[in-house]
């Protein structure tokens, strides 16, 4: 008989003093909540009729010095009317007084889309972003709570929409798209190519999201590409299986879990979680419907997210006009392992646990893996857990 692991799925006792902390705290792994905030909503969302800026993008940053959730945007086809409270906007929410609010400070009058072309150094705040087709990549001081120009992109870079992400083990950002890599140290500000030639789409609208767990930054995709890539700490890019979807701007939204490192990818209306180190993506059914049901764009169009590390949670915007929501989600969280070859093995404190499949149907036996439900008696109280099955 086949052997399987699962892992449990322990869950942290959580004491905040805001509004998010709370709410992270009382969030069950699995399940998602609409987060009521201050100030979010179609006022500050609607772009130049009828675009908003949360399009052609899933680019949000957590500031975990500051506490602040941060997204540039702009909608589609925005018409330039040089008024740039009605085009181009930089929101944050502040997790102190759970309010968002427009900074009214932009990097330059008119950003274009903003793909994945936002990072964030997570020891200091501060804020990166590359226009469209822009040759300079701009940094918000966390410090001086303004824009200025970080560098310039070397001549060899042309495509319009790639993708940049901070990678603090490569102390720098790394810049991503048309199968080339670049990284630029913070200190030197200088760019250099440390890959060429890898799996992904030559057009544009790729993707790349960093795994705090793991150390490592996966990305790929764009236009008609399922392809996928892992970049290490020190600077080895490898090709990893294609996912079962399209992925990039446009076709998903690839965001991270803070805690167990898994990559959380949504699109075509279906939930994957992607684990890096066995390189396995798993179908999590309709663990998503909440996102999809709030959002009204078509498939991912019009949903950012980002991790909130503080908290154990991911953070998704969704544009629904006058409905539009902040969600959160909480995913998988490790623990320690055991090992059992049917849920009846298992042992429980007070009684037989009971398991249930992600869609919430028992189970009697592990047919393949992916993540379950397990509840159980304790101390006369049902006490609900999940766990990973893995081969």
Request: aromatic letters at 12%.
């Amino acid at each position: 008989m086949k052997t399987i692991t699962a892992i449990l799925l322990v869950l942290p006792v959580l004491c905040g003093a805001t509004v998010l902390s709370d709410a992270a705290a009382a969030l069950q792994p699995g399940k998602w909540n609409q987060l009521n905030t201050i100030g979010f909503g179609f006022d500050l969302l609607r772009d130049v009729d009828p675009a908003h800026i949360l399009q052609y993008t899933d680019d949000a940053r957590w500031d975990p010095v500051s506490k602040r959730y941060l997204f540039l945007g702009q909608g589609h086809q925005s018409n330039w009317d040089g008024d740039p409270s009605t085009t181009c906007r930089f929101i944050l929410y502040r997790d102190s007084d759970n309010t968002w609010v427009n900074t009214g400070k932009i990097p330059q009058e008119n950003i274009g889309h903003a793909y994945d072309h936002s990072a964030l150094d997570p020891s200091t705040g501060d804020f990166y972003h590359r226009p469209y087709s822009s040759s300079t990549v701009y940094v918000f001081s966390a410090s001086t709570q303004n824009w200025s120009t970080f560098n310039q992109l070397p001549g060899t870079v042309s495509n319009c929409c790639m993708a940049m992400e901070y990678f603090p083990e490569m102390k720098g950002l790394i810049l991503i798209g048309a199968g080339e890599v670049y990284h630029c140290p913070k200190a030197t500000r200088q760019w250099t190519r440390i890959a060429q030639g890898v799996p992904m789409s030559d057009v544009y609208q790729s993707f790349a999201e960093y795994d705090p767990v793991h150390k490592v930054i996966v990305f790929g995709g764009g236009n008609g590409s399922s392809a996928v890539n892992k970049l290490d700490s020190a600077g080895k890019v490898t090709n990893m299986k294609n996912a079962p979807i399209g992925l990039g701007i446009m076709q998903t939204v690839f965001t991270a879990d803070p805690v167990s490192g898994r990559f959380l990818v949504f699109g075509n209306n279906v939930f994957y979680d992607y684990d890096v180190v066995t390189d396995t993506w798993t179908n999590m059914g309709n663990a998503a419907a909440p996102l999809f049901m709030y959002n009204s764009d078509d498939g991912c169009v019009g949903i950012v997210a980002s991790p909130v590390s503080t908290y154990g949670i991911t953070m998704f915007l969704t544009w629904n006009s006058y409905n539009s929501k902040v969600l959160i989600y909480k995913h998988a969280i490790l623990g320690s392992a055991v090992e059992y070859r049917s849920p009846a093995k298992v042992k429980g404190p007070d009684s037989k646990p009971l398991f249930y499949d992600i869609r919430g149907k028992k189970v009697t036996a592990f047919h393949s893996p992916g993540i379950y439900l397990m509840k159980q008696k304790v101390g006369g109280k049902t006490v609900t857990k999940r766990i990973l099955v893995q081969k």
